[in-house]
Each structure stands twice: as structure tokens, then as C-alpha cells.
């Protein structure tokens, strides 16, 4: 049989304790802070139709070109959802008005087919934000205010917030049409993929990663040349009210994102322990037409794998939010055991963590699990304490140990 027969799938992983507990941390923390700024969990489904992402993020993205789990079980083409707004979207447009003036958070699984390296996964974790709403610069601010809140209250420090703007959706026509005027006497110097780009989505040479690409944009005008003033003075306001928050940026008019809902605001954030993928998180102002339906709002993601790699490099790790403590329930013969059974169900139901050995063991091999499980104390019951309705209580931390009845026991528990 084949050797990664206990494996999950390439770019796809199991997440287990230890790991587990910074992801528990980072949810908790997330849901308390969200909660504080009035924003309600959303759930959408994994599945949506096809359309739902083609007609948000763009025929011609990456993500819909190239990484899309689609499939056609009958009349419509399906797809695993890449990302959070398109189906956040989706269903705010069916919530009527309400629905236009919403503030929803998601904590959940995306896939994209790409290529699997550190920090790039298959089936990755996003969690995010959407605020619909009219284009509001303070909105936008504040958006990226409670991104950074984020990251602070998991302990991240060291990220860096980058922010451009894509304008208004008037400026898109004279910014392909200026960009593709400068470009133009460099075609032939530009990789396969931008001048295919130059027709297709000229915005995405502008961050080409190649060496020859990068050395022509830098001789080019920006797109934010190309955009009306009212576009460059929604991007000022934006800048001015993080100022006021004590919020630092840097506006890097290359920044370009890659999904093609946005307008005006984007950013992301990166940090220096990630290497090659150093985005940890995105996010921006878009507006998403569905049916005659166009639904203005801000939002962004923070990708958990991304997140947890930087958090390690700033000394977070998962041990430190591992559960500790509690009672262990030692028992000596048969007597013991049915009656610790029960006392442990009256402990867990006060809520106390607590475990026993279900099978007979000895009282040395009991010990050591008590002291693997980091209980704080350990209560010793054989046939001579159940008779008198006692048992005997040691304290892990000092060594000490005392006889209890029951009742004491349950009392200060
Ligand atoms: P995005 O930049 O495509 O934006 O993804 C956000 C974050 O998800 C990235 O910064 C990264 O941390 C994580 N991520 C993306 N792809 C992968 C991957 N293959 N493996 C591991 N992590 C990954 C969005 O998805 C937008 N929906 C954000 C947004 C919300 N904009 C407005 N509202």
C-alpha cells in the first residue's frame, strides 16, 4: 500500500493538538474583538456556483483562471470557494437593504489549486471581515484599524501595512489606457505572461515579479497618475484618518492585489518571517455587481497558516494556550473505580477538566499520567476511603497531600 496512505492530500493538512491550541487562541480572540466593533459571524457554504467567483474576483485572475476546484455534478458548474467576500457578498445582496449596511466576520477553510510551498497551501484558513456600505475613507480606516487590532491581540508584532488605491470605477478605462500607452514601447522586453497581460489585465504587470518587468515599471508612471483627483484625495483621507489612529502605512502605488472587485482603498500586510509569500493578510474597499445589484463594501483577510508562521517567529507558540490543570482521579480496585466514575461526572459537570484510568492500573502508573496530563491535584480513592466517604487529595505544585470527605471535595471544587 501506497506510504502516504495516512497522509491528507498535498497542500492540505491535519491540524492537531499542540498546533491546535494557537489556532483555538487566535479564533477566541478573533470572535471577542469582532464582537467589540458590532460585527456578526457569517457561515456561507463551501460550494457555491461557478459564477458566484467568476463574476466577483474576475474571468481573467489567477485565482478563477487557474486555481479553482470546479466541478459539474448536474446542471451547474460548482466550485470550492477560493476566498470570503464573493459568497459573503452573494448572500448579503439577498438580504435586501439590511443587507447593504452589514458587518459580518468569517472564520473558515478556502482552497485554491496552486502550486504547494511554505506558506502556500491548497486548503488554507482565512478569517475575515465585510462592512458593506457606501465608499467611506473613515470606513476604509477603520477596516485596516481592526486588521491591525487583530494581529495585536494574538501577541504578532513586526507586520508591515502596505496601502494603495485602484480608484474610482470611472478612473479603471484611463488607467488601462495609460498604463497600456507606457508600456508599450517596452512590449517586447516584457515576459511572456505580461504581454499577454498588456490585452488582458494590465494592472497584474505592474507587480510581475520577473527582474526585466520590474526595472520597466519602474520607468512608467504609476496608475495612480492615471486617476482623478476625487480618487487621489479618498486615498489621502484614508492615509490621514490611520495617522490619526497612530496607525503607520506605507503607500506603495505598485501594490496592485489580485482579485478585480476592488476600488479605491487596497493594503496588505506582510512580515519578514514568511520569506516568499510574505502576505499575511489583504483586504480593500470593492464593489461587486450580482444581477443588477451592485454592492459596495470594505473588508479583508488574515490567512491563519501565514499568521501562525509569524506568530512562531515572535515567540507565540501553541504550548503556552495547551489546557493544563484540573484533577486526576486515582483509583485502587474495583470499588473505587465505579465510584470516581461518578465522581468525575459530578466535577466536569462544575466544569473542572478531569480524567481517570478506566481499566485497573497501578497506583505508580497512575501517577505518571497525572503528572503527563498536568493535573493540579490528584485525588486517591481505594476500598478503606470509599468505605469511610473519604479520599486522600495531593497537590501536584507542593507535594503535600491531605484526607478529604466527598463532600469537601465537591464543595471547594
Ligand atoms: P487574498 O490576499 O487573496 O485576499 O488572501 C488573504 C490572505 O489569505 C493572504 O494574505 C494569505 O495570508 C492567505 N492565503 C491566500 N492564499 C493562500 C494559500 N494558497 N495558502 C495559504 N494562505 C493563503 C482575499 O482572499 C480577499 N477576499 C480579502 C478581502 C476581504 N478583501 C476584501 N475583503
Redesign the pocket.
Known sequence: MASNEFQPLQ?MSDIQAPEIHVWRMMEERARALFNSYGFEELRTPVLEKLSVFQRS?GDTTD?VKK?MYSFKPSKHELAMR?????G?IRHLAGRGEEGLNARVFYIAP?F?Y?R?QA????Q???V???ATGEPNPLADAECIALQKGLLDSWGLTGSKIQLSTRGEPSDRQPVVDGLRAALQPFENALCEDCQRRIDENVLRVIDCKNESCKKIVDQIPSAIEFMSDASRAYLDQVVGALDKMGIEVTVNPKLI???D??VHT?W??SHSALGA?D????????EIALGKKAVP???????????IMALEACGVTADQFAPKGGVWLVSLGEAALAENMKLAAQLRAKGIRCGMELAAKSMKAQMRKANRVGADSVIIRGDDEIEKGVAMVKDMAEGSQKESTIEEILRDA
Open positions: 497542500g474576483l485565482v486555481e477560493p476566498e470570503g467576500t464573493a459573503t478556502m485554491r496552486e504547494p506558506g502556500r497551501k491548497r488554507f484558513h482565512q475575515g471581515v465585510e492585489r489580485g482579485l472587485y476592488y487596497v496588505e500586510i509569500q502576505a499575511l493578510a489583504g483586504g480593500g474597499r470593492y463594501g470594505v473588508g479583508f483577510a488574515v490567512g491563519f497558516e501565514r499568521a
